[in-house]
C-alpha cells in the first residue's frame, strides 16, 4: 500500500539593476465630457417586487414550496374561489421576485424591462406568463408594475439522472412588460447650479474639465470641488436652460487621466495592465521545487510460535526535485509588453504571473495599483 503527499514550493527573488532607460510622459486621450462623468441626481432607482408565474409545464414550485401555493391560495380568494392551501399541489406555478431599474427622467406609462428570477424549486420558467405585480422602491412606494410573457433563454430537459441544461432557465426577462406608475423625474426648472460627478476620480481630469468648461461658458462658470465633483452655475434657471447647458457640457473634449492600474482575478488567471502601468528596473528569478513524499506500508510477520506479533510498518521516502532557475531582466522603463514577452518566455502560469506581478509591487518596481478581485 503506498499513499503520496505533493508540496509545490513558489521560488521569487528581486534583484534591482541601475537604470538606463527614461520613462516617457504619456499623452492624456481627449474624450467626451459626458462619456467619463455623470449629473449629479441623475440617476436611476432599482424596483422589486413579488410575483407569480403561471403556465408552467410541470416545471413550477414543488410541494416542499409553500409559499408559492399559498400566494395562489390568496390570489383565488380575491376573485372568490375558496380553497385551502395544503390541500392543492400544482406545479405549473412559481414564485419569483421581480427586478427592474427605474431611468432617470421616466414619466408615468415609459415602458421599462423586467427581469424575474425564481425563489423556489422551480425547474425553468420556459412558456410561463408573470401575473400582475407591483414594484416597490427604496421607500416601499408603487413606482412600476409589471406583466407579460416570459422570455427565456435557455431550458433544461431530462430525467433520472439524464439532463440537459442550457444557459439559465430560473431566470427570464419581460421586455418592456413594465411601465411606469409614479412620476419621479427629477426637476431642472429650479437649479441655479448643477454638479458633474466624474467615474473616475483624479483631481487633474477634475481641474482640466472645470478650466474647459469655463472656456466654453465664461469665467467663473465652473470649478473643481474635489477630485470628482464639479460645480456648474447656471446663469438663468429654467429647464430650457439648463437642459441646453447639460447638452453643451456633454459634447466638451477633455483630457483624461487614469492612474496606473493593474487588475488581477486569482480565480480565473486573468490579468489587465493599462497602458499607463510602468515598471523600474528588477530582475525575475522564477523556479519551481517539487517535493514528493512518498509512504509504503510493509507487514512484519513474526515466526511460528514465536511471541512476536504481525504489524504494519510504514517506510517513507522523501524525493526532490528543482527545475533550474529561469531570469527575466527588465530595465528603467519597461513596458507592458516588455514584462508579458519575458513572462511568457520561461513558460510561466497565468497563477504565477500573479505571484510575480505581487512580490514586483511589493518591491516597488511596479508603479501602478494593483487590484485584486
Known sequence: MRSKLWVGIFALQIIWLPATLAGKETVARQVRLGDVSTVEGVRDNLLIGYGMVVGLNGTGDRQQTVFSVQTLANLMQKMGVQFTASAVVVKNVAAVF????????????????????????????????????????????????????????????????????????????????????????????????LFLLLRDPDFQTATEAAAVIERALGKGSARALDSRRIEIRVPNPGSEVVSGLLAKVENLKVGLHTQARVIVNERTGTIVMGQDVSLGACSILHGNLSVVITTEFHVSQPLPNSQGQTQVVPQTTVKATESPARRIELREGASVDDLINGLQAIGATPRDIVAILEAVRAAGALQAELEII
Not at 415609459?110 to 427581469?115: E, L, S
Not at 420558467?125 to 408603487?142: K, Y
Not at 406583466?147 to 430537459?157: D, F, M, T
Open 98 to 193: 421581480v427586478t427592474a431599474t427605474l431611468p432617470p427622467f421616466a414619466r408615468p406609462g415609459t415602458p421599462i424591462d423586467v427581469t424575474a428570477s425564481s425563489i423556489g424549486d422551480a425547474k425553468s420558467l420556459e412558456g410561463g406568463l408573470l401575473l400582475f405585480t407591483t414594484l416597490h422602491g427604496p421607500d416601499g412606494q408603487i413606482y412600476a408594475t409589471a406583466q407579460g410573457p416570459l422570455v427565456n433563454g435557455g431550458y433544461s430537459a431530462g430525467g433520472r439522472g439524464n439532463s440537459v441544461q442550457i444557459n439559465h432557465p430560473t431566470t427570464a426577462r419581460i421586455p418592456g412588460g413594465g411601465i411606469v406608475e409614479r412620476d419621479a423625474a427629477m426637476d431642472l426648472s429650479h437649479l441655479t447650479q
